[in-house]
């Protein structure tokens, strides 16, 4: 791949480099099962502020910390309540992030100076290899600018981020496609902090109800939740659930338009068309919307008209990340 100044390399092969790169506080772009990461040492309190240079990231917004099993949270974190190793034991490796009180050697800029700290361990062979080898906890974002779509491939952490990472780990597409769910199972009810790869309804199953926090309101306590995120660079406007699709113009005053649909191909006349999955399957719909949302964006179009999915399951999570990219719409014209 032709990259200019980033290094990519396979993350399948030796993994020696890009663990001294992490041990000697540089920045390392690796797969995960949800979306790329853009890890840092998080012992290393100068190597999680580059996080934040490189991302353009606001320093309130705290990184997960990535660990290679789960039998390491413990020694890092000392004994968590029942119901933390409960969803632990149950779920990982996968796609869910606890929370966590931050252990003393966690540097207070790798949880924005929270008291508490979000970890996971992601089902991700690449990932827990290169985390393992290493050594060292791997505080990870994802691997876009603040703000902008979440990279699912390697060339959207090297269109995106460029020269900013010392290292790129090519591992193909990831599998789940969206972010991590996250939850805080510290007190009496576990709440969701944020709808992601591990649905609601799978949780539950563990811990009985639960909460969703949608966090439009009030402190940004996990800034994935901020109303305006995850958004391409093009204007996207979500149609209202039901029948919305037969109100959306393909191109009104001959205005190019992009259309994201969930199953069904739209009338012809668009100028560019993403399906999310032709068989209705939530779980291929995930996998792909933030790759189907950088194809949109660079086909050039004024504007991106999406649809809703299901409410249900995954859907849930594909329908929060469209609402927030969404959230900075304004009729054009
Ligand atoms: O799937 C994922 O979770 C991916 C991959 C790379 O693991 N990571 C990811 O990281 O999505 P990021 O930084 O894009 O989103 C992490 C979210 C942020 O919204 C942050 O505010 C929240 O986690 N978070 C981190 N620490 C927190 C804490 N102590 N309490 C509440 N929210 C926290
Ligand atoms: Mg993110």
Redesign the pocket.
């Known amino acids: 791949m032709n990259t200019g100044s980033v290094r990519v390399l396979p993350a399948d092969g030796d993994l020696a480099e890009a663990a001294s790169v992490l041990r000697t506080g540089g920045l390392v772009a690796f797969r995960?099962e949800?979306?790329?990461?853009l890890g840092a040492n998080a012992l290393d309190a100068r190597a999680a502020a580059r996080i934040f240079e490189a991302k353009a990231r606001p320093s309130f917004?705290?990184?997960?910390t990535?660990l290679a099993d789960a039998a390491d949270l413990e020694p890092l974190v000392g004994p968590v309540p029942p119901a933390v190793a409960a969803l632990a034991s149950r779920f990982w490796p996968g796609?869910l992030?606890l929370?966590v009180d931050r252990p003393a050697g966690i540097p207070p800029i790798v949880?924005s100076g929270?008291a508490?700290?979000?970890v996971?361990v992601?089902d991700d062979e690449h990932a827990r290899r290169l985390i393992a080898a290493a050594g060292v906890p791997v505080a990870?974002?994802?691997a876009n600018r603040f703000g902008q779509l979440?990279p699912t491939r390697a060339e959207h952490v090297v269109r995106g981020l460029g020269a900013a990472v010392d290292l790129v780990l090519d591992g193909g597409p990831t599998r789940c496609g969206i972010?991590?769910t996250?939850v805080d199972a510290r007190g009496e009810h576990p709440v969701v902090?944020?709808l992601?790869?591990l649905p609601v309804e799978e949780l539950a199953k563990v811990t009985g109800p639960v909460t969703v926090r949608p966090g439009s309101s009030g402190q940004p306590?996990?800034?994935?939740?901020l109303a305006a995120h995850y958004a391409p660079r093009t204007p996207l406007r979500l149609l209202p659930t039901g029948d919305g699709r037969s109100a959306a113009e393909p191109a009104p005053g001959g205005v190019r338009r992009g259309y994201l649909a969930f199953r069904d191909r739209p009338a012809p006349g668009w100028a560019a068309v993403e399906v999310l999955s032709a068989t209705g399957d939530l779980t291929e719909a995930a996998a792909r919307l933030f790759d189907a949302l950088h194809r949109l964006d660079a086909a050039v179009v004024a504007e991106i008209v999406a649809e809703p999915v299901p409410e249900t399951g995954l859907g849930r999570a594909v329908n929060d990340r469209l609402r927030r990219a969404a959230a900075t719409w304004q009729p054009t014209g």
Do not use: K, Q
């Open positions: 995960t949800t979306v790329y990461g917004d705290p990184l997960i990535h796609p992030t929370i949880t929270l508490s700290m979000a996971r992601p990870a974002p994802s979440s972010e991590s996250i902090l944020r992601g790869a306590v996990a800034p994935g939740t």
